[in-house]
């Protein structure tokens, strides 16, 4: 999250890969402004290429008053960055109001992320393992996309939430002890 210009003590939803129409990113972006007047404060990461007007999106981030919320990232991602976007999330969306598959949704699953996602896309593609990181929500539904980011980060370790372990102190048995809480 530093590494990204992230506040370490804010949980970060992650949307990944080329931007077109189809893959929701406005719908991600009302879900913040819904979670936001739930008093939940979080951050919308925005990494990969736009082939759309990113005019417009800007335009609607200031609009709803998001702009300190939402980091934008214009660009082809190189295979060498990917891992530093993807452990920077606490929670991956995939607001896909059309198309059948997604390769990021699969990166973020073996980066071991909740993922949110709309019935769309295809969910023969994914694995049995991974069903308990899958929250599901309805093309286009903010508000249930909204809940079901917040799910998802409450029923999930946030990145955000794990130990910094020095050489020095007890820092295992600290996280030993974090474990058993959880669990």
């Not at 506040?7 to 129409?21: K, M, N, S, T």
């Not at 998001?66 to 082809?76: E, F, G, M």
């Not at 903010?142 to 370790?157: D, T």
């Amino acid at each position: 999250k530093q590494r990204l210009g992230l506040p370490a003590g804010e949980p970060v939803a992650l949307f990944f890969g080329i931007v077109r129409p189809y893959k929701g990113l406005r719908f991600a972006i009302e879900a913040l402004a819904e979670l936001r007047a739930r008093g939940k404060m979080m951050r919308l990461l925005v990494a990969g290429e736009f082939w759309e007007d990113v005019m417009a999106y800007t335009l609607m981030i200031e609009q709803l008053g998001l702009s300190a919320q939402v980091k934008i990232d214009n660009r082809y991602i190189p295979n060498e960055e990917i891992g530093l976007y993807f452990s920077a999330a606490d929670v991956f969306v995939a607001p896909y109001v059309g198309g059948t598959q997604s390769g990021a949704v699969k990166m973020a699953l073996g980066f071991g992320l909740p993922v949110v996602i709309s019935q769309s896309l295809n969910s023969a593609e994914l694995a049995d393992e991974t069903a308990h990181r899958l929250y599901w929500v309805d093309p286009k539904d903010v508000v249930a996309l909204a809940g079901e980011i917040e799910r998802s980060l409450r029923e999930n370790v946030s990145a955000s939430e794990t130990l910094t372990l020095s050489s020095g102190g007890d820092e295992w048995g600290k996280l030993v002890d974090k474990i058993e809480t959880m669990i």
